[in-house]
């Protein structure tokens, strides 16, 4: 009684159909009518932390791809500004001269580069480390709130990614899943 009540995981008890409740039933973390139940149960909780572990992948990858889609907006808003600016300068050295332009464009670039420098991001470097399954679990939900609250670059999108798709693999390996392809390849 006392190996099943100090025991590291959980023990579930199926003794059989019986009426009785065993010492062990009354030790044990879970105790089931008969050996099929507790496979139930074992087999019901398995599939539950499958989907979990799937439906956080598919939350990441869901981010991710906002993130993307988040940039190359920004890259064709910087295409149509650059656009817009070269009539411009065409415009304004046509109209007011070449001092005048060169003067406006030193000005721009220095404003661009202050810019640059404040909302320079620090760098991620997602290191995970998961023995459990809880571990896989916690690193998910890191990456999840990292992806969501910080503006991250391309770069460290993909780190993050890549850390995502190592903590997937590690989960299925700690489930007994085959691992296979990766819902966040592609």
């Known amino acids: 009684m ?25 030790a044990a973390w879970e105790a ?21 572990l ?14 993307v889609v988040k940039r190359r907006a920004a890259r064709r808003r910087r295409l149509a500004v650059a656009a817009g600016l070269t009539l411009l300068a065409a415009v304004a050295i046509w109209r007011v001269g070449w001092a ?39 690193e998910l939900g890191a990456i999840k709130s990292t992806l969501q609250t910080t503006a991250v670059t391309g770069e460290e999108v993909q780190r993050l990614i890549e850390a995502a798709g190592w903590l997937e693999r590690r989960g299925n390996e700690l489930l007994g899943r085959p691992v296979t ?3 966040l390849a592609g």
Do not use: F, W
């Open 32 to 52: 089931r009518v008969s050996p099929t139940d507790a496979a139930k149960l074992v087999t019901d909780r398995l599939q539950a932390t499958a989907r979990n």
């Open 100 to 138: 005048a332009v060169a003067l406006g464009a030193a000005i721009a670039l220095v404003a661009l580069i202050g810019r640059r420098r404040r909302t320079a991001t620090a760098v991620l470097t997602p290191q995970p480390a998961a023995d459990t399954y809880e571990d896989v679990v916690q």
């Open 181 to 183: 392809t990766s819902l």
């Open 54 to 67: 799937d439906a956080e992948v598919q939350a990441i990858r869901g981010i991710a791809d906002r993130h």
């Open 2 to 26: 006392k190996a099943i009540a100090t025991a590291r995981v959980p023990i579930i008890t199926g003794i059989g159909h019986s009426v009785h409740t065993t010492v062990a039933d009354a």
